[in-house]
């Protein structure tokens, strides 16, 4: 099986400090928490921008300072900013980050809500409108989907030649408005994919570890971190984002995985044309 590459989801846009004291909002502590992911192990680092007082944003000269403060940090470890931004942000708000020059960003395939009234907006031309930023300055998408019918568009919209190989797929199950993260659902979203895509599970609260496990064993790939859990295990905070990969990093120890490089976790989603040229 291939390396493991865990991605650490540091910040979110919905967290807060007030869920768990150690989301980092600050410059210096958006870098202080990706120093410590990527020492733990992580080779990603799934990034949301925000203001000093935890407000979300998409503001691309505040995307650049962080990215500068991790990569200072970090060396050469893969930065993935986000284009989905917060709920409620514009298309225009939310695709800034492409003027960037990185190499890896997300691209959500479709809508859903998002718990109470709110509804995370991912229309088909949404899509397609990103993924042409996205490919038009050489970035690579990560492709979240949310449920099973975020996987058809994608393959709808290859068959059209917008969405293009190499396919890395994020499972995101477990959103309040979207697909549960029990081990059935994970089944059908893998066997949905193209054989040579790659994927990596991202399970929103308690789903976090279970779908680790179930990645780990089926030789998938890993997405922790504060946006997506802040418990390391049930009623306990977790100390900061770097205590859930360790928790991964031990879960693939015991099941014989060993851990990404980020040249490694370049490797093995095929990112050789998305160069370090990107790199900030
Ligand atoms: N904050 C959510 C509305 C992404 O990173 O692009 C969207 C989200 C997905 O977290
Ligand atoms: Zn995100």
Redesign the pocket.
């Known amino acids: 099986m291939d390396d493991l590459i865990i991605t650490a989801?540091i910040s979110?846009?919905e967290t807060t400090k007030a869920h768990n004291p150690h989301v980092p909002y600050t410059i210096d502590e958006m870098a202080d928490a990706a120093y410590k992911a990527v020492q733990a192990g992580a080779s990603i680092i799934?990034l949301?921008a925000r203001e000093d007082d935890g407000t979300p944003t998409q503001d691309k000269t505040r995307y650049e300072a962080i990215i500068k403060a991790i990569r200072k940090r970090c060396g050469d470890v893969i930065i993935q900013p986000?284009t989905?931004g917060a709920v409620g942000m514009s298309r225009e708000e939310r695709v800034q980050v492409a003027d960037l020059p990185i190499e890896m960003a997300?691209l959500d395939c479709g809508t859903l809500n998002f718990g109470g009234d709110a509804i995370f907006v991912n229309t088909e031309n949404d899509i397609i409108y990103f993924a042409n930023r996205l490919y038009g300055k050489n970035i690579y998408p990560e492709l979240e989907c949310f449920e099973k019918g975020h996987i058809d568009m994608v393959m709808r919209l290859h068959k059209k030649g917008i969405i293009k190989k190499p396919m890395h797929f994020s499972f995101v199950l477990g959103v309040v408005g979207g697909m549960t993260g029990e081990a059935r659902d994970f089944h059908f979203m893998r066997e949905s994919i193209p054989k040579d895509a790659t994927y990596s599970v991202v399970g929103i609260g308690k789903y976090e570890f279970s779908l680790a496990e179930l990645a780990i064993k089926d030789g998938g790939h890993v997405r922790v971190g504060l946006?997506d859990n802040i418990y390391l295990e049930k009623g306990v905070l977790a100390e900061g984002n770097h205590a859930l990969v360790e928790k991964v990093v031990a879960m693939a120890a015991k099941h014989g995985r060993s851990i990404a490089t980020p040249k490694k976790a370049r490797e093995i989603l095929k990112m050789e044309a998305f160069d370090d040229a990107h790199i900030l």
């Open positions: 989801a979110g846009a799934h949301h986000s989905g997300t946006e």
